[in-house]
């Protein structure tokens, strides 16, 4: 079964953000950064969509 997220539509926090921008320009994963902030996948690759970040996919 999935992992539940507790957090359903909480706004993000400019430390998740800043740590966000962090983790993206490192090259992570959009799974790993997902679970480094305890939020969906969905919910971080809308957000660096927003803020027009790249994050790398598993090849």
């Not at 926090?13 to 490192?26: F, G, M, P």
């Amino acid at each position: 079964m999935a992992e539940r997220f507790e957090r359903h539509k909480q706004p993000w926090t400019s430390d998740e953000i800043q740590k966000l921008h962090v983790l993206a320009k490192k090259g992570m994963a959009l799974k790993a950064i997902a679970k480094a902030l305890t939020r969906s996948e969905e919910s971080v690759k809308d957000r660096a969509k927003a803020d027009g970040l790249g994050i790398s996919k598993l090849r």
